[in-house]
């Protein structure tokens, strides 16, 4: 396999500090992808709510589907700037295995229910260190992604790196809704920042997240691409977006040029019935929208992953930001999706409550305490030191639970008519 120049032993390095499997047909990053692909996590997928509950029509994207599409684009990308890039060549290019690992691994670690489940944990964690979905994943990625050994998957720096679109610790901000790391994740960046610490210029938030790998920068611009065009085809499909709905929100908008035509294009679409075919060739523009040029800061002298910015056409950009602000409208805010997303709030506050009735707050069980959970899961509770160390392995046993899996765990213990002795569980 030729070599290529981009990476270094740096880059390739283990959490556990070994070089992997030195004698594998597979580079690293190949290890990498293959291992995230064949787990539980990875499957759980398929029952997690995109932007609509899973299980109930056929035709609009899980959590799955949305990753392999981001996936797919995340490794066009890369195809696309080694074509047209004078920074890269043959010997010399950014790893399109290594980014489809960082694309496939991106959303893991998100809980039911989408991002309202995710609201709903970090409030309910809010005395615990919080709760993040990107902040999950790595704590998937490093400890817990093999959930019966309590094990992480011993990732290399460089995939690490690739999904870490945060590097500001929950402690460092004023009890943050998003956009964080869990405190004791310290150690996953000390690890990945290899001892090179932060200028004093990058402050916790936005500016310290603002220094990416450029994998990272791939993975993010190609998780915008598909749910800024996807969300809008399945507002579409599932008859949320109509023609009528969208030219009134533009009645409503104060839109520039390039809004205005995209808006005509999609409404035109509309009109033919050719929305799909529109916005799948609009993926095509949106990954041909970027290009590198070349950077520098505090971790370029340490690997080539950070001597170069991915740069987004700005057209395409606002084009992007046009979608999201028109699902948010139309679709996210609809009384319909409200209300579900009420619902979601009550059954994962309601799971929390039980669960912590009996693991987090008592020192040790009670004679009569019920088991709610695994025999592996409460092993692993019993042996933390802390209230908030059980509240954290409390906090992923309903984080890693799929939509369904949360339905009916919440059926089996308040509803007096609902579950079986015999039902499988977890």
């Not at 992808?33 to 609009?60: C, P």
């Not at 996936?71 to 890369?78: D, K, L, M, N």
Request: negative net charge; contains cysteine; aromatic residues 10%.
């Amino acid at each position: 396999m030729r070599p290529n120049s981009l990476y270094s032993a740096f880059d390739c390095q283990n959490r556990d500090g070994g070089e992997g499997r030195p004698d594998d047909y597979r580079t690293p990053f190949q290890v990498d992808r293959d291992r995230i692909i064949h787990t539980s996590a990875f499957r759980r997928l398929q029952s997690k709510t995109q932007v609509f509950l899973s299980g109930e029509y056929d035709f609009y994207r899980t959590r799955l589907t949305h990753s392999i599409e981001v996936a797919q684009i995340g490794r066009s990308i890369c195809a696309w700037l080694k074509h047209k890039s004078d920074l890269l060549g043959e010997d010399h290019f950014i790893d399109p295995d290594l980014v489809e690992a960082a694309c496939l691994a991106h959303d893991i670690g998100h809980p039911p229910f989408g991002h309202t489940g995710e609201r709903s944990l970090n409030s309910l964690m809010r005395n615990h260190g919080g709760f993040e979905g990107n902040a999950q994943t790595l704590r998937l990625l490093t400890h817990a992604i093999y959930s019966k050994r309590r094990k992480g998957m011993n990732p290399t720096r460089a995939l690490l790196d690739g999904v870490l679109k945060y590097k500001t610790l929950y402690s460092e901000l004023d009890r943050p809704e998003h956009h964080f790391i869990y405190d004791d994740q310290s150690l996953d960046l000390d690890f990945v920042l290899d001892g090179h610490d932060f200028p004093p210029e990058l402050t916790p938030g936005w500016v310290r997240d603002s220094s990416r790998s450029i994998e990272c920068q791939i993975m993010d611009w190609a998780d915008d691409t598909a749910y800024s065009l996807n969300d809008v085809v399945d507002g579409i499909n599932a008859g949320f977006i109509t023609l009528q709905k969208v030219e009134r929100w533009a009645e409503n908008q104060e839109l520039k040029e390039n809004d205005s035509k995209c808006l005509e294009k999609l409404l035109e679409a509309l009109r033919r019935n050719r929305v799909e075919g529109h916005m799948g060739r609009r993926i095509g523009d949106f990954i041909e929208a970027c290009s590198l040029r070349q950077d520098a800061n505090f971790l370029s002298p340490a690997t080539r992953r950070y001597q170069y910015r991915l740069e987004i056409d700005l057209d395409l950009r606002a084009e992007s930001k046009l979608y999201k602000g028109l699902a948010l409208d139309i679709v996210f805010r609809s009384t319909q999706l409200q209300q579900l997303d009420k619902k979601a709030d009550f059954v994962v506050r309601r799971l929390f409550g039980a669960l912590a009735e009996t693991y987090i707050t008592p020192d040790r069980p009670t004679k009569n305490g019920f088991r709610l959970l695994s025999e592996d899961d409460e092993t692993a509770i019993w042996a933390c030191e802390t209230e908030s160390q059980r509240a954290r392995l409390v906090c992923d046993a309903i984080a890693r639970m799929s939509d369904s899996v949360a339905s009916r765990t919440y059926k089996r213990l308040f509803d007096p008519d609902f579950g079986s002795i015999v039902d499988l569980v977890w």
